[in-house]
């Protein structure tokens, strides 16, 4: 990584939504830029730097949230022209603040992504895409899951304006007006679009909200993925993405900002890899980044803001700090100044702070008295992780966490997360009478406003996950957070599954509407919209992240068939369906197809992980009589390969025993499940052989394993 960057903070605006602060083009070659960015109070601001002073070009007065921005103009001309949403209206502004454009989209829902091409304005809400010219409507489109963002293509190698669409189902929806051209499979659910050459082309960039990134090339009958970089190092999902030529070799670099703080840069060697130049974290989420001149003339910088508002610079400007005779640091008379500056601000709002706490003691005390709740935002995400079969719950508060409360009234496990600094103290419940699985508190260090949890469900046991979050904030306040957890909860969409894997099926025939299975369907499985899907059937595919397993659900009107090779799955579905069912008094007629392959099929996907899961538990327990003898003998040469290798690697075994607990308990009840349910669907009840199953798991072999599962 060659790149160095330095930091600079430039200003603080209200909390902001992804891709809300953007960079106006250059009025000379090597000129600054002024920024645009939009906040959650409705205000627009639009800045420059002089002498290292943010100086306000204009300011707009508060309004309604401020979801999206663009910049736009007449084809040709340069783009410095603003337009912002909030809720279904579009407003534009010319770079000195002048408002030249209020339209109303008439949408039933807020837009949440815009694009904007000279006269070619592109909305989209959650489902629903709109394009107008000049105002005037053109096309529609009714997406069959969430749409997440939009760009538009220009390029002489395409016929025409092409929208692509970024759906929350793994796929880009490539349109042709009104209508669906093709669509694209990409590995993770998209969360960003951005155009690889902004002078036009046919390459769009996009990053997924599991971290990776890829660069896909756009025709107009297909498309082809051209790379993709992987998220190993398990870093957050990706907000934003620009291009920006930072490195100055005459090719555009990559420019990625996440929800975890992380910026980098990505840039490309001779033979075209990808390569990371540059890596800095923020405290805080990255909303949007661009790659410009801001702070001084000549050097280039990243810019970007956070979630709380927070523009930072990470500039090619070398820092002028030099040390002099007995350590003591020369400043320039710019940086005095603004010290002297910010010293100022600073004492003024202390009083301002002391006036206003006493103000509010003298009303308090008052008989008419009534207290005011603050009210703050948060940013919170909860998706299911791929690699290690985990929810990750992120919370994110405009102001520093006093402490959070995680209540559950299933029973689920936290995992240790590195990033987590807070303390962790649990709470004795009793699961009976109230319901309570787990009481958690967390206690935060002094300006933490970002929490990142893990925590990991069993399925077949649903209900809900609550987090009470409590801000330093007078008067203490506090805001609930809900967080379902369904009855399939470790499984994940996908494009498509194994047909070769021996299957059970599960029929249901009854008087339900779509509009009713579809329901059950979005009540039993993660990632599946909440809108009922067009047309008159639909499948969707799913596999467990925990043990590869695989669902097909097929449904339709009056009908619905369930297919999987995990006889548990099966089992799930038919409880919770039925359920659902007798709540809407619904008569089901259930009839069931169960391969006995498909057990043995199953023991065979749980063998490695099994295995894998005994060793490190028996590493685990030599690891302490190990020490104790190598201390005794004063070193470990006596000891056997096998164990001088446990000892040499007992951090790394011990750490990754203490970051999933529980994780051998899963698998045995696992295999527990799946002999009841194997045997349930034969009408018989083997719950008194759960000992011996155990004792046989406790002497773990494959084949007496399989041997067991076949006796009659």
């Known amino acids: 990584m060659e ?197 036009g082309g046919d390459e769009i960039l996009y990053g997924t909200t599991d971290g990776k990134i890829g660069l896909v090339q756009i025709g107009d009958h297909s498309a082809g993925i051209k790379w993709e970089i992987d998220n190993n190092k398990r870093k957050g999902g990706v907000l934003c993405i620009d291009t920006y030529d930072i490195i100055g070799d005459g090719v555009n670099d990559i420019l990625v900002g996440r929800d975890d ?42 810019l970007t803001s956070t979630y709380t508002g927070w523009v930072t610079g990470l500039t090619t400007e070398p820092q002028k700090t030099e040390a002099g005779p007995g350590d003591e640091v020369r400043m320039s008379k710019e940086t005095q100044s603004k010290i002297e500056t910010l010293r100022a601000e600073l004492e003024q709002l202390q009083v301002k702070v002391l006036q206003g706490r006493e103000q509010y003691q003298q009303i308090s005390q008052s008989n008419t008295a009534v207290s005011a709740v603050p009210v703050f935002s948060i940013n919170d995400k909860f998706t299911l992780s791929q690699d290690d079969a985990s929810y990750s719950l992120t919370l994110e508060v405009q102001t520093a966490i006093d402490n959070l409360l995680l209540q559950s009234d299933v029973p689920i496990d936290l995992l240790d997360v590195d990033k987590n600094s807070a303390v962790v103290s649990f709470s004795e419940c009793d699961s009976e009478p109230n319901g309570n699985f787990l009481l958690a508190t967390y206690r935060c260090q002094a300006n933490t406003t970002r929490m990142e949890l893990k925590v990991r469900s069993i399925e077949g046991q649903y209900g809900t996950l609550q987090a009470y979050v409590t801000p330093r904030l007078q008067p203490k306040t506090c805001q609930v957070r809900q967080y379902q957890i369904k009855p399939l909860s470790l499984h994940q969409r996908t494009h498509s599954i194994d047909p070769d894997r021996p299957m059970n099926q599960l029929n249901l025939v009854g008087q339900f509407s779509f509009a009713e299975i579809h329901s059950w369907v979005v009540f039993c499985l993660p990632e599946v919209p909440e809108k009922t899907p067009a047309g008159e059937s639909i499948t969707f595919y799913f596999y467990n992240t925990f043990l590869g397993t695989q669902l097909e659900a097929t449904y339709s009107k009056g009908e619905g068939h369930f297919k999987s090779d995990n006889i548990s799955t099966i089992s799930i579905l038919t409880d919770v369906l039925s359920k659902e069912a007798t709540k809407k008094k619904i008569n089901l007629n259930i009839s069931y197809d169960i391969n006995d392959d498909s057990v043995s099929h199953t023991l065979r996907m749980i063998h490695p992980k099994l295995e894998y899961q005994l060793v490190l538990a028996r590493k685990v327990q030599l690891v302490d009589a190990l020490k104790e003898l190598q201390v005794h003998e004063g070193n470990a040469d006596f000891l056997i390969p096998e164990y001088r290798s446990i000892l040499d690697e007992s951090a790394n075994l011990l750490e990754e025993y203490k970051k999933q607990p529980a994780h051998l308990e899963r698998l045995y009840g696992m295999i527990t499940d799946l002999f009841i349910d194997k045997f349930k669907f034969k009408g018989q009840n083997v719950k008194t052989k759960v000992s011996s199953l155990l004792e046989i798991l406790d002497n773990y072999e494959l084949k007496s394993l399989l041997d067991f599962f076949n006796e009659p």
Request: hydrophobic content about 35%.
């Open 261 to 302: 703080g992380t910026v980098e840069v990505f840039g490309f060697d001779n033979s075209g890899e990808s390569t990371l130049r540059f890596e800095h974290v923020l405290s805080e989420s990255v909303t949007s980044i661009q790659g410009g001149c801001v702070g001084k003339e000549s050097y280039d910088e990243l």
């Open 3 to 199: 790149l160095q960057l330095n930091r600079v903070d430039y200003t603080q605006v209200g909390v902001t939504s992804q891709k809300t602060m953007r960079l106006l083009p250059a009025v000379g070659k090597k000129a600054t830029q002024k920024v645009a960015i939009a906040d959650h109070d409705g205000v627009l601001t639009c800045f420059g730097m002089k002498k290292g002073e943010a100086v306000s070009v204009f300011k707009t007065l508060p309004g309604p949230k401020i979801a999206r921005m663009d910049l736009g103009g007449a084809i040709g001309t340069p783009q410095e022209k603003i337009f912002v949403c909030s809720g279904s209206q579009v407003r534009g502004f010319t770079k000195k603040g002048k408002q030249f454009l209020t339209f109303e989209a008439n949408l039933t829902e807020n837009i949440n992504a815009m694009h904007v091409s000279g006269a070619d304005l592109f909305v989209c809400a959650s489902y629903i895409y709109n394009h107008y010219c000049d105002c005037k409507d053109q096309d529609y489109f009714l997406s069959g899951d969430k749409i997440n963002d939009i760009i538009c293509l220009s390029s002489e190698k395409l016929l025409r304006l092409t929208p692509v669409l970024a759906c929350q189902d793994r796929i880009l929806r490539v349109l042709q007006g009104s209508e669906l051209a093709y669509d694209i499979e990409i590995p993770g659910p998209p969360s960003v679009l951005e155009l690889y050459n902004k002078d």
